[in-house]
């Protein structure tokens, strides 16, 4: 069963917009985990955000973590066509090193 | 650095045949995990080691599905017999862990499989 729930389901900007994923989990976590997955590829890592933190930044990527409301949000400043993918967010259960992902945000980024 | 390597990248095959997929972790990671994808049921995690030990087997679907490590360098996800609904994309992942704190999962570029 999937723990983090994205939305929106699909988003479709211009280049140069921003874009904003929100993630819901049910359960207390370690940890949350942003993903992206390019097409027919594998997914790759983007950034990591610990239960104790509440924001933290990696380039054009800024993470929101509210543990309080069990969500997370992934925003994508001055978006690029190559920011075109799929984007997960994942959380693990509070021990071990099993991760659950959500079901994606398929984001579209027209030039 | 090579990434996780997985092979094959394709495999079509006919239900009831025997399939093997392979993977080849990143050198120094201690976890591995077989993941499956398909459009109807999203990442789901089938099984992970640690160390090279099976540690939550709770994914695999069936007793027709069985993985094995030999060696931090090698593992397979075996399906035997293999019917059309196992069609999907396999990845495998692999990490570094240490205490109980997650790390970020690397991803092979998965094989996509196709049950005739």
């Known amino acids: 069963s999937q723990q983090g729930e994205e939305d929106p389901q699909a988003l479709s900007i211009q280049e140069g917009e921003n874009a904003t994923m929100n993630c819901s989990y049910k359960?207390?976590?370690?940890?949350l985990q942003w993903y992206r997955q390019n097409s027919g590829r594998g997914l790759v890592h983007l950034i990591l955000?610990?239960?104790?933190?509440r924001e933290k930044h990696s380039g054009r990527l800024r993470v929101t973590l509210d543990t309080s409301k069990k969500s997370s949000s992934l925003l994508i400043t001055a978006s690029r066509a190559a920011d075109t993918a799929s984007y997960f967010c994942?959380?693990?259960?509070?021990?071990?090193?099993?991760?659950?992902f959500g079901a994606g945000t398929i984001l579209r980024v027209k030039s | 650095d090579a990434g996780v390597i997985q092979s094959p990248r394709h495999e079509v095959t006919e239900m009831g045949q025997e399939v093997t997929l392979r993977c080849k972790p990143i050198?120094?990671?201690?976890?591995l995990f077989w993941y499956r994808q398909t459009m109807m049921r999203g990442l789901e995690l089938l099984i992970y080691?640690?160390?090279?030990?099976?540690?939550?087997d709770s994914g695999m679907p069936e007793d027709r599905f069985s993985a094995k490590m030999p060696n931090a360098s090698f593992s397979t996800l075996k399906i035997q017999p293999s019917e059309p609904r196992d069609s999907a994309v396999y990845f495998c992942?692999?990490?570094?862990?240490?205490?109980?704190?997650?790390?970020?999962?690397?991803f092979g570029d998965g094989t996509r499989l196709s049950i005739l």
């Open positions: 992942a692999s990490s570094l862990v240490w205490t109980d704190d997650n790390q970020p999962q690397h």
């Open positions: 050198s120094g990671h201690n976890s």
């Open positions: 994942a959380t693990d259960m509070e021990y071990g090193n099993k991760l659950v």
């Open positions: 080691f640690n160390n090279n030990v099976p540690i939550d």
């Open positions: 955000i610990r239960s104790n933190e």
């Open positions: 359960t207390s976590i370690n940890n």
